[in-house]
């Protein structure tokens, strides 16, 4: 018996195994489901958009305001889009790409941490990596965010790479600057570029060769990073002072951020977890070394970005992610020299909770395929209104399988390893996840999709809608729209919108039902069935309003006077509301 249950691999887990945990971690959640509310509906409907014959230079929603989007999450996603549109609908395969730009930020982590520490641990880092619980949920949506940390990455192994090999660091940090600014704008490019210079802070690092191959990487990735707003400057310069516009509103201090900082540090708390207290560790132990590169360079980049996260508006878990890769290269060192008694605590932790919490889920997904316990069903029917489960044998079996490993991992993996509870947190989570999306996928695509509410405003829309005008919709809404009907709406108070005979307001539970103002019926009214705060109504008009009368979608189809006129492919924001056309090789959505 002790045979049979004896670890087969070193430990931790690396090569092969390391591998193959990363792709239990990564491909659950990728495919099958719907493009969910916020990032990852907005950034499938731009990749839908571009390959509809939108302009490739400027990712936009349709709609009469230009919103600035990066283009390097659009260009992935288009790319997969294509490569696998006759395999999976149009949104897995977008997702996809965020497969590969995941499977990309662990390698570079990964590298970065070789580099810094010693091959011993790096895997390690990508243990605490796929640990981190904050980094979860967004790694498996649209590849944005997770693109900007890949770029990150980048730079943080092409400066480790300097003092060995200057010329192949300077390369690689200068496509992560480039790759972060095409991620996210200015902010992208200041979180890498100041890495750079770097060198000339740490003494160990401050040698000819090393500077010339820092000022190369800084040199190049600052020109890879412009030539897309050239390009866009001499293409479509209107749309450029649009997005540089959209870049300088960062830019500008707000008015807390002491307030922002408390709050990051109390989110911080549960979304780094397990790297927050492992690099804590680290820190202590380096307390009188903090000079020395493989401390200074994660606390740094930290640093770093934790003022550029605090200088944002508001505090957002995506922003977020970008204090996740310093604190996982910081805390990597502590995973395999933590003292026996916190490693035993972190170890029994990560035991006790996984397994309760993966309990819970095959409770909860008892509850609403057999209605036992009758209490949780009848709280999973008050949460999900109208939704029937139903029992799938190939996701059960799989959901099986994931217990019946962890289980087997937490009695096979060797007793007296430092790495036992490190490695556990990770093959927790992945345990925990895997189970997550087995059992309870269906249950959360319909929580978070808006298909049926879109579906059932288009029943409604007259014959003859002509262009719509909306009133308070944001661009999850907006891009849903887009995406499952072909429904395309303008923002309300402009002057195409003007024109529009219908009106779509989206309204939250505090707000009383008040009519757009005389000359408006109500033709719908609806919401998503699990969501209690937003409502939805459509109004058409009746009557002269604004000293108008309705007039014929065809009014606003002309650009205003002195605007850019845009290519044909962009009217169809303003046409009468029809699905789009197929595209050759993308299925349906």
């Not at 490569?83 to 977008?94: E, K, Q, R, S, V």
């Not at 770097?198 to 040698?207: E, F, M, T």
């Not at 072909?486 to 002057?495: A, E, F, Q």
Request: charged share 15%; aromatic share 10%.
């Amino acid at each position: 018996m002790a045979a049979f249950i004896r670890y087969p691999f070193a430990f931790p887990p690396r090569g092969l195994a390391l591998g193959l945990l990363a792709a239990l971690y990564l491909l659950p959640g990728l495919t099958g489901h719907d493009p969910w509310k916020t990032d990852d509906a907005v950034h499938i409907a731009l990749v839908q958009a571009m390959l509809q014959g939108g302009n490739w230079l400027a990712p936009h929603l349709p709609g009469d305001v230009y919103t600035s989007f990066p283009p390097l999450p659009v260009w992935l996603g288009a790319l997969f889009a294509k490569a696998l549109g006759g395999l999976l609908p149009l949104h897995d395969a977008i997702r996809v790409a965020t497969g590969a730009a995941g499977a990309l930020l662990l390698y570079l982590l990964g590298q970065a941490s070789a580099e810094l520490h010693g091959r011993d641990e790096a895997p390690a880092t990508v243990l605490i990596a796929m640990g981190c619980l904050g980094l979860v949920t967004p790694i498996h949506e649209a590849p944005a965010a997770i693109l900007l940390l890949a770029g990150f990455c980048a730079s943080l192994w092409g400066v480790t790479l300097l003092p060995r090999r200057p010329f192949s660091g300077g390369l690689a940090a200068s496509l992560g600057i480039a790759g972060s600014f095409l991620s996210a704008g200015l902010t992208g490019l200041a979180l890498t570029a100041p890495l750079a210079l770097l060198p000339l802070l740490l003494k160990p690092w401050r040698r000819p060769l090393v500077l010339r191959g820092a000022l190369f990487g800084l040199t190049l990735g600052l020109a890879f990073s412009l030539a897309w707003p050239l390009a866009l400057a001499w293409q479509l310069p209107e749309l450029f002072a649009g997005w540089w516009q959209q870049q300088e509103t960062p830019l500008h201090m707000p008015a807390t951020p002491w307030a922002n900082l408390l709050d990051y540090l109390k989110l911080l708390a549960w979304f780094a977890w397990p790297a927050l207290p492992l690099s804590l560790w680290v820190l202590w132990r380096q307390r009188r070394r903090l000079s020395q590169p493989a401390t200074a360079l994660p606390l740094f980049a930290f640093l770093l970005a934790l003022l550029l996260a605090c200088t944002g508006s508001e505090v957002r878990n995506v922003t977020a992610l970008s204090l996740l890769p310093p604190l996982v290269l910081l805390a990597a060192p502590g995973a395999g020299s933590m003292r026996r008694g916190a490693a035993n605590a972190l170890d029994w932790f990560a035991m006790m909770t996984f397994s309760l919490l993966i309990l819970l889920i095959w409770v909860g997904w008892l509850a609403m395929v057999a209605g036992f316990p009758a209490q949780i069903a009848a709280n999973a029917a008050r949460l999900l209104p109208g939704f029937t489960l139903v029992s799938r044998p190939v996701p059960v079996a799989a959901a099986a399988v994931l217990a019946l490993g962890w289980i087997w991992l937490i009695f096979a993996s060797p007793r007296r390893s430092p790495w036992r509870g490190t490695s556990h947190w990770a093959a927790g989570v992945i345990a925990l996840w895997g189970t997550v999306v087995a059992l309870w996928l269906p249950a959360i695509d319909y929580g978070k999709s808006y298909r049926p509410m879109v579906e059932d405003l288009a029943r409604h829309l007259p014959a003859d809608a002509g262009c719509i005008a909306g009133r308070r919709l944001g661009p999850a809404q907006i891009a849903s729209l887009r995406y499952f009907s072909g429904i395309v709406t303008l923002d309300d108070g402009t002057k195409k919108a003007s024109s529009c005979n219908l009106l779509l307001v989206q309204t939250t539970d505090r707000d009383n039902e008040v009519s757009p103002g005389d000359g408006w019926k109500k033709l719908w009214e609806g919401r998503r069935a699990s969501d209690r705060h937003e409502h939805f109504r459509l109004y058409r008009a009746t009557a002269r309003r604004n000293g108008r009368t309705p007039s014929s979608p065809d009014d606003s189809l002309a650009p205003p006077s002195g605007q850019h006129a845009w290519p044909a492919q962009h009217h169809a924001r303003n046409t009468p509301v029809f699905p789009p056309p197929d595209l050759p090789g993308v299925n349906k959505p």
